[in-house]
């Protein structure tokens, strides 16, 4: 069953928005906080990560135009997709953008890249560059999360009522596998121990991925 729209919170002052409302506050959050001169000494790409599946589950990152593909393929396994080592790839026109290039050399505000983990239980995402800023100071780290979509609440697919906490990887494609805690109790399905706990990503549920 796929969740709700929800909202989340800028990182950099604490308002809560949702995500095409997170979209205007930044664009204003990050004038008040950078400067626009690519002369500076950090340029840095304003992205927003989105799953292709469920509008639910979005990033927005500030990326250093330093770092390579790689360091934001890397982060968004981190925090989204590593379960298995799988394969993964950027691509821009359906063409591959190789790991290894620079976000300076490949990035322009107004681009979009697709986003492919694992090539069999596919994952994918879409990723927008909304802007460029020139951060003040170089960041602390390659990619930072500016705002991040709170859980979202999905309902059982049993009783219907309560906030789903494990998923059935077979029942799930039935609609029937997103349980609360009272229904996996009396779920007999035969995969019991295949369970997979609700995570705050849109790989949850898929292989074996647990967050």
Not at 35 to 57: D, Q, W
Not at 60 to 89: I, P
Not at 163 to 185: D, N, S
């Amino acid at each position: 069953m796929a969740p709700k729209q929800v909202k989340g919170s800028c990182t950099l002052c604490g308002k809560e928005c949702t995500r095409q409302g997170m979209t205007k506050h930044l664009e204003k959050c990050l004038h008040d906080r950078t400067g626009k001169t690519k002369a500076e000494a950090a340029p840095c790409f304003h992205l927003l990560v989105t799953a292709r599946n469920s509008s639910a589950y979005w990033l927005h990152l500030m990326v250093a135009a330093s770092a390579s593909l790689k360091a934001l393929d890397g982060f968004l396994r981190q925090t989204w997709l590593e379960c298995c080592g799988h394969m993964s790839a950027f691509r821009s026109n359906r063409r591959e953008v190789g790991m290894s290039r620079k976000l300076a050399a490949t990035l322009e505000p107004g681009m979009v890249l697709d986003y492919e983990y694992d090539f069999g239980d596919t994952t994918a995402l879409q990723i927008k560059v909304l802007g460029q800023y020139a951060a003040p100071v170089a960041p602390r780290k390659p990619v930072e999360i500016l705002a991040r979509n709170q859980n979202p609440h999905v309902p059982c697919d049993v009783c219907g009522k309560a906030a789903a906490v494990w998923i059935c990887p077979t029942c799930q494609w039935e609609e029937q596998g997103w349980l609360c805690r009272a229904c996996k109790e009396t779920h007999s399905c035969g995969d019991e121990e295949y369970l997979l706990p609700v995570v705050n990503s849109p790989r949850a549920g898929v292989c074996g991925y647990t967050g």
